[in-house]
């Protein structure tokens, strides 16, 4: 009678067997998968078809499974890859696998796909290599089955941000600067270096001894987390050595669709296994740049805008192109489309808004239209793209509707419901219909608006009699004598330099003139030669709105300033970037509702936009 084996003995030995086979080359271990796939999307989402694919390019080598090809296809301009075996039979499978955190761990078997019974090939369907929206970088590779399993190599193990890429030598960074304070560990000095104009960093480890370890880690959510980038360049100080240094690490990943990653640098004294770090830091290549990297990095790429506010989602992509513009930088180019194409449509109530927008950016509240119209406007200007400058004209169209001389002799309606008008709707209304008449060969028809919406304003009353513009008028056409707010003035401003700009005509610069000069000496706009809202004062707060009115006071400003030549105006708008920089950011680069940097102070992406419309508006004056 034979003899029998324990099935436990069995399954070791059949175990021990496929690892000696494994080591010995005769089969491959299948890689098993930490977890389940959640989708992803970014500016495709998961499971798109390659035949949509906007490029098709091979980063990596192909592998071959028993005579079979395994490739991975990485379109860079959708950041997504797919896989695909070639000279196969029936049953061969090829999939993707996707990590998260530098390949410990990944999504396996994604888009899995068998060879049908008559073919030689297939290949799986697209997947995102990033994550923006999560802030998550990842890596993703293909697999395949073919009596046997194999997998190309990762794709893209190193962050690069054009010619700084991760594990270069420190010494050929062009700066040195210690953003944060060092740390101290077991009489080690623990310290984070930035190459501010190369945006990439590195970590020293300093008075210790052999053994001591020294690393960075990166994080694209402002340090939340860190999984693809904990640990980085980990080295040892050698043997008599008091002192080591990692490689440098980038700090952007465009391709990647993440901007604005923050660094801290890490260590460990031989010894003991705990380790300390430095606080996390953003390296900033100019004042603009930096600010416009956080604000980006508040982007829903998903969904094309900034989320939960409409209007002040127009407002942040007009500061988003005028820095393009200023610094000729093109970073964020593939947003002004995305922003477009992902919102013109028709959304419910809460979908974008309290109220349904009903496409071409148009809701009942008829400034908020106006803002994607300044938008558009400023696109078009850039871009050169006319589809941006036909959506100007359409929804100022709209808002045309709303311009009503049966009450108070004219003035455009801040709602459908004609309850109010208001100083920001009709500041909205003169500098659009300006701003088409110029732009459009041989037009009258918006001139004329332009000009009966300026007699108009002058005559309504919301100037008052100091020279500052409060909120709006009541029923009965005069002045309310309600807040006055930094963008309402600075709409003014605006309107009425650009007016001066088509007709020549001084009554309107003057007025302009007038309205800044007011602004900038009195209190209830400037305080300590600092931008400030009533709500910047003391205990009060701003509102999601409010926070966003200084950055456009001072883009009129600054075009004022430049139509005119008035070094007290660019000397106002330097000391604006000035104050934001130097007491209202943090080592994040994220910029406060209060540019005096008086406390209590918040930041969001509102605040972070209307700050960096002042650092690029200081930029294009000293340019």
């Known amino acids: 009678m034979a003899a029998r084996h324990h099935p436990l003995v069995g399954g070791l030995l059949a175990l021990f067997l496929a690892l000696f086979l494994a080591l010995t080359g005769l089969i491959a271990l299948p890689p098993a998968p930490a977890h389940a796939a959640t989708p992803v999307c970014a500016l495709v989402c998961d499971t798109l078809d390659p035949s949509k694919a906007q490029q098709d390019t091979f980063p990596v ?19 997504a890859a797919w896989a695909s075996i070639d000279n196969g039979v029936a049953g061969d499978a090829v999939w993707l696998d996707r990590s998260w955190d530098r390949g410990a761990t990944w999504d396996g078997l994604l888009g899995k796909a068998s060879v049908p019974g008559s073919w030689t090939g297939t290949r ?12 998550r970088r990842g890596w993703i590779r293909a697999c395949g089955d073919a009596a046997g399993v194999t997998c190309t190599d990762w794709v893209y ?4 941000d054009g010619t700084a890429c991760d594990g270069a030598d420190p010494a050929t960074a062009a700066g040195d600067d210690t953003p944060v304070p060092a740390t101290t560990l077991f009489g080690r000095t623990i310290s984070l270096h930035v190459d501010q104009r190369g945006g990439t960093a590195w970590g020293v480890i300093a008075g210790g001894g052999a053994g001591d370890e020294i690393w960075l880690d990166r994080s694209w959510d402002g340090g939340a987390s860190h999984p693809e980038g904990s640990s980085l360049g980990r080295t040892s100080v050698s043997s008599g050595a008091t002192s080591t240094r990692t490689a440098l690490f980038a700090t952007r990943d465009p391709r990647g669709l993440l901007y604005g990653g923050a660094v801290r640098a890490c260590g460990r004294e031989a010894a003991h296994q705990e380790g300390s770090c430095t606080a996390w830091a953003r390296p900033a290549p100019t004042r603009a740049r930096g600010a416009a990297d956080a604000l980006m990095a508040s982007y829903r790429t998903d969904e094309g805008w900034w989320r939960s506010s409409w209007w002040n989602s127009a407002v942040a992509l007009t500061t988003v192109v005028e820095f393009a513009e200023q610094s000729g930088r093109h970073d964020y180019d593939w947003a002004i489309a995305r922003t477009y194409e992902q919102n013109r449509g028709v959304f419910p ?10 496409g071409h950016f148009i809701s009942r509240a008829i400034d908020d239209a106006g803002w994607w119209a300044v938008a558009w406007l400023t696109a078009y200007d850039y871009t050169g793209d006319r589809r941006y400058l036909e959506e100007a004209v359409t929804i100022t169209n709209y808002v045309h509707q709303y311009w009503d001389t049966g009450t108070c002799g004219g003035g455009v309606w801040w709602d459908r419901e004609r309850t109010y008008k208001n100083a920001v709707t009709n500041g909205l209304y003169l500098w659009l219909t300006t701003s088409l008449h110029q732009r459009i060969s041989g037009d009258t028809v918006w001139g004329a608006r332009a000009t009966t919406a300026a007699d108009w304003y002058l005559a309504s009353g919301m100037i008052n009699s100091s020279g500052l513009v409060n909120d709006g008028i009541t029923s009965g056409c005069a002045n309310n004598g309600q807040t006055v707010w930094s963008y309402n003035q600075g709409l003014a401003i605006g309107a009425f330099t650009q007016l001066w700009r088509s007709t020549g005509s001084t009554r309107y610069l003057d007025t302009a003139k007038r309205l800044a000069d007011t602004a900038i000496s009195s209190t209830a706009l400037t305080r300590g030669g600092v931008l400030t809202e009533s709500c910047d004062v003391g205990t009060a707060s701003c509102d999601d709105n409010q926070k966003q009115f200084k950055g456009i006071f001072v883009r009129h400003l600054a075009d004022l300033a430049d139509a005119t030549g008035s070094t007290a105006y660019k000397a106002y708008v330097t000391k604006q970037a000035d104050s934001v920089w130097t007491t209202d950011r943090d080592a994040l680069n994220r910029l406060g509702q209060r540019w005096s940097g008086a406390a209590p102070n918040v930041s969001d992406w509102r605040t972070q936009a209307s700050a960096l419309e002042a650092l690029t508006a200081a930029g294009r004056l000293a340019g």
């Open 157 to 160: 193990p190193k962050v690069c």
């Open 349 to 358: 109530a809460g979908g974008r808004s309290s109220d349904p927008i009903e």
């Open 124 to 135: 799986t369907l697209m997947y995102n290599i990033t994550d923006p929206v999560a802030h």
């Open 61 to 79: 080598p192909n592998r071959t499974i028993n005579g079979r090809t395994l490739r991975l296809h990485v379109s860079d301009p959708d950041s």
